[in-house]
């Protein structure tokens, strides 16, 4: 006990290490170099001891403390040799030895060499090394703790039991209590792992969500860079070919205008030269030679005249129209480019379902065209075939976006759209855009929307956004039209559904 005493003692208040080269302030208190240099370094001009707290005006001197240094040395181990982790036997003063066990009754930790010579009754329990004895022990009795009460849920001892505050409630014994409240901590484990399972479950399904949410931007980044690229290089083309039939324009005009300058500047030379003519006979005194001179009749100037009232052909002007449609017509086809790219989505492949094709809807050997005949043919009976006119996809769609291309060129009345599987007779919710006669109509079981709609244009888009409840149709003119927008929640696997209405055929596009 004396040992653990003094190695107390000799411990620095700052690192709670033996000192090494201790020092003492003014005030009596001691310290390692290093650690009082480093704590007054933090205090820049107000210096203080961190234990007393006392002030000093200027930097503290500091004095070796020889003795104390002589003292602690003995408690330091061996030069070259580790310092061992853990506790340290109490009674091994000259070197820290590791201790193996603890005494409760003696609260001294002990090395194998001690642990020989303990006393060996049973009032001295052994326990793993621990630097926390006192809590081994009654805080009021100060015997060892050797019952648990379940009632107040501490630890007592004998005379808390027999005297203390604890008389007559139903107590346990460590070990009991110990192994009770372990199963209980088991099965709270066990609900623990579970919930921390099915964390792990939602954190490696996120990280999946999110890995392929990170492919799926790659993607449509690669897909909109490629497009970007593409655009820009067509632009340019339809600026070197637009700026080459302006060039070509103002070429042609140019040489017309400079072949009409080229004639009128021969004319203005030969008339300043019978104009010099005339103004030397006019500077003439011989009146015989003036009135005799065969260039100089009376219809001399008829023919300049003709010459100078002759109307040249119109030189005309750059044809700013011919321009426009040029541009209007190369930026279409651009335009017409980029519809292709209108979901930035690869167009689902569909195929019609045989098996769920009315008996009177003829399918073609590729499985993607439905026309109509008048005579049922020989099918087998299926639950899930429509009983007339009708056809549906071979695939279902129950999440994602999904686009597929329809062409109705060949249909005068059609119907089509996205719609749940027929069952056992019962016909089920659908989706679908349909031309009836001159109307366009967008039907939802009994809602019917009228739609303004260009018939000369027989292609379209169906577009699928499955967990946004979403439906839209689109016309493939110049540029693409936006029909209408079905919203709704959608609760089985849709199916593309194709109606036919005459022999032509309605045919699904990929």
Known sequence: MASADLRDELKCSICLNIYTDPVTLRCGHNFCLKCIDRVLDSQWNSYSCP??????NHRPTFYRNVTLKSIANHFQPPPGQKKKAGVICTYCLHCPVPAVKSCVLCEASLCERHLKVHNKSSE??????????QNRKCSNHKKILEYFCPKDEVCICVYCRVDGDHNGHQVQSLDEASEEKKKKLTKVLETLTS???K???????LQERLKKEKGKAAKIKGKVNALIKDLRKQLEDVERRVLSEISGQEKQVSVFILDQIQQLEIKKNHLSKKMGKIEELCKMTDHITVLQDPKCQNNWGQEDDDLCDQKFEDTGDLDEDLI??????????????VNSWLFLLDPVDLSLDVNMAANNICISEDLKTASLIYEDQDGADCPERFP????????????????????TSKQENWRFGATYPYRNGVYRASWTLRRNNYQCLAVHESNVVCLSCNFCCQKFWVYLDYEAGQLSFYQLGDPVRHLHTFTATFTEPLYAVFWSDSADWIKSKS
């Open 199 to 205: 964390a792990e479950t939602k954190i490696q399904n």
């Open 195 to 197: 919930k921390k399972k």
């Open 124 to 133: 001295h329990v052994l326990i793993k090394p621990t630097t926390s004895l």
């Open 51 to 56: 234990d007393c707290r006392q002030m000093f």
């Open 324 to 337: 426009k449609k040029t541009i209007h017509q190369q930026v279409s086809d651009v335009t017409s480019h």
């Open 388 to 407: 007339e006119n009708k056809v549906l996809s071979t695939q279902s769609f129950s999440s994602g976006q999904h686009y597929w291309e329809v062409d």
